[in-house]
């Protein structure tokens, strides 16, 4: 399968607890993004990589969530002191950047429940 | 007020019906319009993108943008339950901006 993966798939925490989520993008893509979806919504931005730099990170990303893309491949979103309202699915997404950025691909998600 | 306004539905038809899913937006910025399918528990799959004014068709599927309305729709002729699934529009200005999604239900 060459698409976007992610894991674990699903992840249930107690508040309080750190937990850190991977994404694989496809090979070729150079931008990677990170969303949060929660029941009903769309999913709402967070983060987004060119390469190993993050370039733009939402004002939903508090002092608790960090990312990483170190070597421009594989990113990782480290949730610390994980609350109840942290609970959502966490989609990656991948596109070439540049002229093909609108065509994103995303993961099947992570959901997390914090318990 | 949101960037992207999209009724939530549920919108229940049955096989074969025409399905006509809209989405407002309130900034002029925005430039290329998207759809995206997303079934249960899975991540959402880009259906259709188009970037001007006018009509864009891909099989059962026709995406329109009005922008001097703001205003999108995406239609799905012969609906069949397999499109049973939430809807979302997508806009980009800078970032990607989602609607809220419509839950669409087709019914044999």
């Known amino acids: 399968d060459t698409g976007v993966s992610q894991n674990p798939r699903h992840k249930i925490t107690k508040r309080g607890q750190n937990v850190t989520f991977r994404c694989d993008p496809i090979s070729e893509h150079n931008r990677l993004y990170w969303y949060r979806q929660t029941l009903g919504q769309g999913p709402e931005f967070l983060t987004y990589f060119q390469n190993e730099a993050q370039l733009e990170k939402s004002r939903l990303l508090s002092d608790r969530f960090s990312a990483e893309r170190p070597k421009g491949s594989f990113s990782t979103l480290e949730i610390q002191r994980t609350e109840q309202g942290d609970s959502a699915m966490y989609l990656c997404?991948?596109?070439?950047?540049?002229?093909?950025?609108?065509?994103?691909?995303f993961g099947p998600g992570t959901r997390l429940t914090v318990t | 007020q949101k960037e992207v306004e999209q009724d939530p539905g549920p919108l229940s038809v049955p096989e074969g019906a025409i399905v006509s899913l809209n989405c407002t937006y309130s900034?002029?910025?925005?430039?290329?319009f998207m759809w995206y399918r997303q079934y249960s528990r899975k991540g959402p799959e880009l259906l259709m993108y188009?970037?001007?004014?006018g009509n864009k068709e891909d099989g059962r599927f026709t995406a329109q943008v009005d922008k001097s309305s703001k205003y999108i729709s995406l239609f799905i002729r012969d609906s069949q339950p397999s499109d049973s699934a939430t809807y979302l529009c997508?806009?980009?200005?800078?970032?990607?901006?989602f609607g809220s999604g419509t839950k669409l239900n087709v019914k044999p």
């Open positions: 900034n002029s910025a925005f430039q290329y």
């Open positions: 997404a991948s596109s070439l950047g540049a002229g093909g950025s609108y065509e994103q691909y």
């Open positions: 997508a806009m980009i200005y800078n970032k990607f901006y």
């Open positions: 188009t970037y001007s004014s």
